[in-house]
Nanobody, 122 residues
Framework: QVQLVESGGGLVQAGGSLRLSCAASGSIFSINDMRWYRQPPGMQRELVASITNSGSIYYLDSVKGRFTISRDDAKNTVSLQTSSLKFGDTAAYYC????????????????WGKGTLVTVAS
C-alpha cells in the first residue's frame, strides 16, 4: 500500500507565502508524475502544477511566476512553494502521484493525499 501525506497548509495574509509538502510512503519502486491539485470551496478540483520524473513541469496559468513545484526522488517527496498568495488561492490542496510498485508496473497507480487547507486572508 502507498500513502501520501500533505503538510504545510494554514492561514496566511494576502501577499504571503507557504510551502506545501507531500511525502509518499509504502511499497514504492519509483514515482512517475507528481502533481498538486486544489479545490476551492464550492468549486471543482483543478490541476495547479505537475512534475514528471524527467523534470518536465506544468503550471496553471494563474499561478505561473508565483508557485514553484519540486521533487526529491530520494525521499519520495514533492513540494509546492507558493508566494504572492491571493484570496483566490484559498483552497484545499491535494497531492497526487503515479506510483510504480515494481519494475514491471510501467504506468503506476494514482494515489491521493487527504489534502491540506490553504486560507488566504484578504
Amino acid at each position: 500500500q502507498v500513502q501520501l501525506v500533505e503538510s504545510g497548509g494554514g492561514l496566511v495574509q494576502a501577499g504571503g507565502s507557504l510551502r506545501l509538502s507531500c511525502a509518499a510512503s509504502g511499497s514504492i519502486f519509483s514515482i512517475n508524475d507528481m502533481r498538486w491539485y486544489r479545490q476551492p470551496p464550492g468549486m471543482q478540483r483543478e490541476l495547479v502544477a505537475s512534475i514528471t520524473n524527467s523534470g518536465s513541469i506544468y503550471y496553471l496559468d494563474s499561478v505561473k511566476g508565483r508557485f514553484t513545484i519540486s521533487r526529491d526522488d530520494a525521499k519520495n517527496t514533492v513540494s509546492l512553494q507558493t508566494s504572492s498568495l491571493k484570496f483566490g488561492d484559498t483552497a484545499a490542496y491535494y497531492c497526487n502521484a503515479e506510483v510504480r510498485t515494481g519494475v514491471y508496473d510501467y504506468y503506476g497507480t494514482d494515489y491521493w493525499g487527504k489534502g491540506t487547507l490553504v486560507t488566504v486572508a484578504s
